[in-house]
């Protein structure tokens, strides 16, 4: 979605906006710009499509000054064109706008009547023309008068305004969509995301809906709307620039891929008690007590979050025998589900931000129960509205396809899992010694199968690379790992993929299988291999061309498939850490081989804050 950046200090901002602008590129945007104080008067550049773009655009006419915002555009109200880009004007204002106004039907009926001329088909321009008004009305300054414009408003916004008139100065307010303000001595910064400021400053203060802070050269004065101060202390980002960057990769996506490893290794890193086989729960914001007396487990995201939330039932029923739901949110949301006391709410969610799954967290956590955020984005929304957050530590995840995320998701779910059924009472010493055991030898595993299985996956994805569909079949842990694997063809290649429970195929996508049609079977050596492996026989007898993720060394996989991908034998509830690995690689290698926009694929976007 849209991307927001802002800086005031003493350096040429237009450089600063640009590679802010970059680093949120991978949000998703049509086209982008910038307005800059420049000379006593606003100067705008604005582009359509890549950022490239809006930099030539910036070099044919260079524009000078050391206060101004940016913006990447991910178009809602009107097609992507110049006219509809960000930053839009009215008389001496400047606006930036992420989120969408509800109520900008009215609002533009009746700033048409009052004379206002609206060129764009925004609903930004509308806020623009609105503040202009408030400010001829002439109570105050740019603060006062966004302040007054901001109650007529209805919606998801993140904003920043600038004036003409009141150089050095920018005023940024927040409702629903991300915005974080950077603190350093010499300037003051503000981006949707964090690392668009990375490699100006750590220090960071993220706002809360209702706020709206005044920038000035190294200041925030952040007020809540009506205008009560208030103070959101600033937290250290330990996420470095060069975490950001790819690293000689010729993709984010496949550094995420590769980065595996070391992210699941952050993520266990202080968590795991191997002595007593327990994890140590602090972060889970849950007692002993509430551990023993939920009722239920609600799981709830969306997308590839959610795939990790289809695996986090099978833990959580397995390992803590707790009655455990999951839920797609923007389903759950609205539905008037029956849920409350008693009931633990999981909103799992690599942003933190994605609006459905924040609305439907919210409405459980009104009817009584307890939200649980498992997020990468340290002071993202999820976890502020929520009882606690248990993070991962992925890093920053700029490809648009989540991967490192999605494992580290997994993680946090398998050891919240054990250490409820440690107080549950249902995980013994022993199992749950073998499990903490296995997860701590994890990233090893996982880097031996990147490294192990890349080659044979490039060739595979060489053969197939032109498959009109592919089909991805799992059974139980690894049902969600095939959902995940179609998902992220999709995603990236723009192949139509379908995932199955393999025991669905002959209930109907049996008919889809013909010798054109590459089937993925992922059988691991666990409780459903017998079956799985009757499943892969049956897409062979219809001549499909089979390619197995089996254990190492399985004979019976090798005697039925075109190409076998192995990974080690593992407890079963680790195989999807593994299974999903060569998964991810395909995809990459199919998208890469047809030439996509890999990190950045059409329609989508890294942080879904629209419904
Ligand atoms: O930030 P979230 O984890 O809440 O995002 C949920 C989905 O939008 C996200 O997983 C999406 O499906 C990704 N593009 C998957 O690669």
């Not at 290794?265 to 008690?273: A, K, V, Y």
């Not at 008037?336 to 459905?356: F, H, M, N, R, Y």
Request: one cysteine or more.
């Amino acid at each position: 979605m849209c991307g927001i950046v802002g800086y005031v200090g003493t350096e040429n901002t237009a450089p600063i906006l640009l590679d802010g602008l970059r680093r949120l590129e991978y949000r998703g945007y049509d086209s982008a710009g910038v307005a800059i104080q420049s000379g006593g008067e606003i100067a705008l550049a604005r582009a359509v499509g890549k950022l490239r773009n809006l930099e030539r655009a910036l070099e044919a006419n260079p524009i000078r000054g050391t206060t101004g915002i940016g913006h990447t555009r991910w178009a809602t109200h009107g097609r992507p064109s110049e006219v509809n880009a960000h930053p839009h004007l009215s008389g001496p204002v400047a606006v930036v706008h992420n989120g969408i106004i509800e109520n900008h039907l009215a609002l533009r009926a009746r700033l048409v009547e009052r004379g206002a001329k609206v060129v764009s088909d925004t609903d930004t321009e509308l806020v623009a023309h609105l503040i202009h008004e408030k400010l001829r009305e002439g109570h105050g300054g740019l603060e006062d008068a966004v302040r007054r414009a901001l109650r007529e408003l209805h919606g998801a916004y993140a904003l920043a305004v600038m004036s003409r008139d009141e150089p050095g100065r920018i005023i940024v307010a927040k409702a629903s969509s991300p915005l974080v303000l950077g603190l350093a001595d010499d300037a003051t910064y503000c981006g949707s995301d964090i690392p668009a400021l990375l490699p100006y400053t750590r220090r960071m203060v993220f706002l809360e809906d209702g706020d709206l802070a005044v920038l000035e050269r190294g200041t925030a004065r952040i007020t809540r709307l009506d205008g009560t101060p208030v103070e959101r202390p600033s937290k250290e980002i330990d996420w470095s620039p060069v975490m950001a960057e790819k690293a000689g990769f010729k993709h984010f996506m496949l550094k995420e891929i590769h980065e595996q490893p070391r992210a699941i290794e952050d993520t266990l890193r202080g968590r795991l008690d191997r002595e007593r086989g327990d994890i140590h729960g602090h972060e889970i914001g849950l007692s002993e007590d509430d551990a023993r007396s939920i009722r239920r487990v609600f799981l709830l995201a969306c997308g590839t979050s959610h795939h990790a939330a289809m695996t986090g039932r099978y833990y959580l029923e397995s390992i803590a025998r707790v009655p455990t739901t999951v839920e797609l949110a923007s389903e759950f949301r609205g539905r008037d589900p029956v849920i409350g006391e008693g009931d633990l709410v999981i909103a799992v969610s690599q942003s933190g931000e994605t609006l459905d799954t924040l609305v439907a967290a919210r409405e459980a956590k009104e009817r009584g129960a307890k939200v649980l955020a498992i997020a990468n984005v340290i002071g993202s929304a999820i976890p502020r509205m929520s009882d606690a957050a248990f993070y991962t530590h992925a890093g920053p995840e700029i490809g648009v396809a989540s991967t490192k995320c999605f494992t580290t998701q997994l993680a946090n779910l398998l050891m919240f899992s054990i250490w409820l059924g440690r107080r549950r009472g249902t995980l013994g010493d022993a199992d749950a010694r073998a499990l903490v055991e296995q997860l701590a030898r994890l990233p090893i595993l996982m880097k031996d199968v990147v490294g192990g299985t890349r080659q044979l996956v490039m060739n595979v994805a060489k053969r197939y690379r032109d498959a009109r569909d592919v089909l991805f079949l799992g059974r139980g842990l690894n049902f969600p790992m095939a959902l995940e694997g179609a998902l992220k063809l999709k995603e990236v290649s723009y192949v139509h993929a379908e995932g199955y429970a393999a025991g669905e195929m002959k209930h109907g996508p049996i008919a889809l299988i013909d010798s054109a049609v590459p089937v993925f079977v992922l059988m691991p050596k666990d409780r459903w291999y017998d079956r799985t492996l009757g499943n892969l026989q049956e897409a062979k007898a219809r001549e499909g061309q089979v390619i197995a993720i089996a254990t190492e060394g399985d004979e019976s996989a090798h005697a039925v498939s075109e190409d076998v991908i192995e990974i080690p034998l593992v407890h079963e509830a680790l195989a999807p850490f593994l299974t999903v690995l060569p998964l991810q690689l395909y995809a990459y290698y199919v998208a890469d081989l047809k030439g996509t926009d890999v990190d950045q694929p059409r329609n989508l976007a890294k942080t879904v804050t629209v419904e």
